[in-house]
């Protein structure tokens, strides 16, 4: 492949990746006031990062970060990681925020994943 061909080809690829930034899905919660959280389209780093949080140990931080990684804004932008929203969520929530994002990025899921309403645009691309 010649170089004008090999870039025009990487710079198709990164516009092509550039429109998955749009949130994975969302998921509602009634228990506190039926907000709406967005939910992250994971990339490679964001799946080998929360393995990595997984295997290591604590507890409550361990959950805060997961939550991290799975909510975003409603342009599939990361929230902001200073203070301590994610250390201040109630337990079985961030666990079904957790499952929903893990199943809006096709890694699985328990029943409560199954509540999370995906994305158009994942959607489409998954079709």
């Known amino acids: 492949m010649n170089p004008t061909a090999a870039q025009s080809a990487l710079d198709s690829l990164k516009r092509a990746l550039s429109g998955l930034s749009k949130p994975a899905g969302s998921i509602v919660l009634p228990e506190l006031g039926g907000i709406v959280l967005h939910l992250k389209t994971w990339r490679i780093v964001d799946q080998v990062q929360a393995r990595q949080v997984s295997a290591g140990e604590g507890g409550a931080e361990k959950t805060a970060e997961l ?4 909510i975003c804004d409603a342009d599939g932008q990361p929230l902001p990681s200073d203070g301590d929203w994610a250390t201040q969520f109630p337990v079985p929530l961030a666990n ?18 199954k509540k999370a309403t995906p994305s158009p645009s994942a959607k489409n691309s998954a079709s």
Not at 96 to 113: S, T
């Open 96 to 113: 079904r925020v957790i499952e929903a994002c893990l199943a809006a990025n096709g890694l699985g899921g328990g029943d409560d994943a």
């Open 67 to 70: 939550l991290r990684l799975c």
